[in-house]
């Protein structure tokens, strides 16, 4: 059962667009985090939310945490080369992570 | 500090055959886990370990098999492999044991691509 839903599962998008990705639950999370996977590499650590309605900011990616704790959503702005790879979601529960399906994004020069 | 390493990095089996993957991790974190990650499916749990000599079911540990007699190494071992279980696995630790506060911080190995026959 996936606890976490991830939208799009794909976007693919030209270099200097805008794009939002979405992480979704029924369930409330007491966290949740954000991490990016590049080809070939483990995912690694964007963010870490806490606290309904928080923001947080990394550069050009703002990520933010719902009201109600059930969902985040992760904002790029002016999207880079740099910025392709496989974004995923995790929520917290009990002593592990448990990772969303993920949204794999492709900026395009 | 080299992180968490992973061996092999690519390894082809047949149906049948047994085989270790290797994580040791030098962080001196209690915290390590095997996860397998397919396509569409993002990564899914299949063991973890909340330090030496303790060890846990994920969501998918069938076929699997863990143990932590150390706190660096975490193997997981495939005792009869199936087609099935072609899949990239990752390893990756932490040093909380998990946190209300969300401070639990994974660190992940480079994985290791495993095809089955």
């Known amino acids: 059962t996936q606890l976490l839903e991830q939208s799009p599962q794909f976007l693919s998008i030209q270099e200097g667009e805008n794009l939002t990705v979405y992480c979704n639950s029924s369930?409330?999370?007491?966290?949740l985090q954000w991490y990016r996977q590049e080809p070939g590499e483990g995912p690694v650590l964007l963010v870490t939310?806490?606290?309904?309605?928080e923001v947080k900011k990394l550069k050009r990616l703002t990520f933010q945490f719902g009201d109600a704790r059930k969902d985040s959503s992760l904002h790029i702005t002016a999207a880079q080369p740099g910025d392709t790879g496989l974004y995923l979601c995790?929520?917290?529960?009990?002593?592990?992570?448990?990772f969303g399906t993920g949204t794999r994004l492709t900026v395009i020069p | 500090n080299a992180g968490v390493t992973q061996t092999p990095k690519f390894q082809v089996l047949k149906t049948g055959q047994s085989m270790t993957l290797q994580c040791a991790q030098d962080?001196?974190?209690?915290?390590m886990s095997w996860y397998r990650q397919d396509p569409g499916m993002g990564l899914r749990l299949i063991h973890y370990?909340?330090?030496?000599?303790?060890?846990d079911q994920g969501e998918v540990p069938n076929g699997y098999n863990v143990s932590r007699s150390t706190t660096e190494d975490f193997p997981l071992r495939l005792l009869s492999a199936a087609p099935s279980q072609t899949s990239v696995y990752f390893c990756?630790?932490?040093?909380?044991?998990?946190?209300?506060?969300?401070?639990?911080?994974?660190?992940f190995g480079a994985g290791s691509r495993l095809t089955v026959l």
């Open positions: 990756a630790s932490s040093y909380s044991r998990g946190s209300v506060s969300g401070a639990n911080v994974l660190t």
């Open positions: 369930s409330v999370f007491s966290s």
């Open positions: 939310v806490v606290t309904g309605g």
């Open positions: 995790a929520r917290l529960r009990a002593n592990n992570l448990f």
């Open positions: 962080m001196n974190h209690e915290y």
């Open positions: 370990s909340v330090g030496a000599g303790i060890t």
